[in-house]
Each structure stands twice: as structure tokens, then as C-alpha cells.
């Protein structure tokens, strides 16, 4: 037997893998199918609604103050999913807006359409009728934070 270094094994390997690929699988009958597609592992709502959030309306507007100076410190909503699913905080300067997806899989409450949200060492939380909602947040200078959930505009 010869010696087979590793940069063969792994074109080896490579082709045999791009040969499973082309072959597919075969059900029960003998006939050939095509490997399963993974799952899609990114939110493409929420990738959509930041590239182009002019393609969304508003559903749902939940208002309220935060007591700060309009300028200092972040306020945080630590109830939110990333683009690909993930746990995330969402970090919203002054004067600015931030869009992401509510958790729906934290507690109880979250379930039923909540978010919590943090700033300085007040904590709050706020409720869409939509669990999982699609959030835009506008934090205005003054301190006020407008929250709204989005949905795709199919008006005409």
C-alpha cells in the first residue's frame, strides 16, 4: 500500500463529497432525489426591513420616556434575535433608530408579545400583540422612545 500524503486524502475526500452531492439519494421506489436544503439560517424579514425598512408599515406603536439627558448613555432592549436567530442586545443610541426581532422564546411574558428593555439601572418592558414581532426603534433626542412592529406593505 502506498503512502498517501495529506493533501491527497483531502482532494480525495473533496470528491468524494462533490460525488454524494451529484448522486443524490434514493427513496424507497429506486427513484433519485436531491440531498435535503438545509434550513434557511437567516431572519430574511429582518434582513429586508434593515436594507429597505420603506417596504414595511407600522402595525402597532407602544410610546414611552426614558429619564436621561439626551445624549449620555445607550438604552438597551435585551429581549431581541440577530439576523441568524442568536440572542442578542440591542444597543439604541440618542437619536437614532434600531431594527430588530423580539424574542418570543425567553419567559412567559415574551411569549405573549413582550420586551424588556434596560437603561442606566431602570428596567421596563413593553407588549406588541405579536409575539416574536418585528421591532423598529426611534430613540429621539428628548429621550423619547417610539417602538413600532412592522409588517410587509401589500397596499396597492
Not at 44 to 63: C, D, G, K, N
Request: aromatic share 8%; glycine share 8%; hydrophobic share 40%.
Amino acid at each position: 500500500m502506498s503512502d498517501v500524503n495529506r493533501r491527497d486524502a483531502v482532494k480525495m475526500a473533496a470528491g468524494l463529497a462533490i460525488c454524494a452531492v451529484g448522486l443524490g439519494t434514493q427513496n424507497a421506489q429506486g427513484e433519485q432525489s436531491a440531498l435535503p436544503a438545509a434550513p434557511p439560517t437567516t431572519d430574511s424579514e429582518l434582513r429586508s426591513a434593515q436594507a429597505s425598512p420603506e417596504i414595511f408599515m407600522f402595525e402597532e406603536q407602544v410610546t414611552f420616556k426614558i429619564d436621561g439627558d439626551g445624549r449620555s448613555r445607550p438604552l438597551y432592549f435585551t429581549s431581541a434575535r440577530d439576523e441568524r436567530g442568536e440572542t442578542a442586545i440591542i444597543q439604541v443610541p440618542s437619536s437614532s433608530l434600531r431594527i430588530f426581532r423580539a424574542d418570543a422564546g425567553r419567559d412567559a411574558f415574551t411569549r405573549q408579545g413582550g420586551i424588556y428593555w434596560k437603561f442606566r439601572e431602570a428596567d421596563g418592558k413593553i407588549q406588541f400583540k405579536k409575539p416574536g414581532a418585528l421591532v423598529m426603534v426611534v430613540r429621539d433626542a428628548d429621550d423619547t422612545v417610539r417602538c413600532y412592529s412592522l409588517a410587509y406593505d401589500l397596499r396597492c
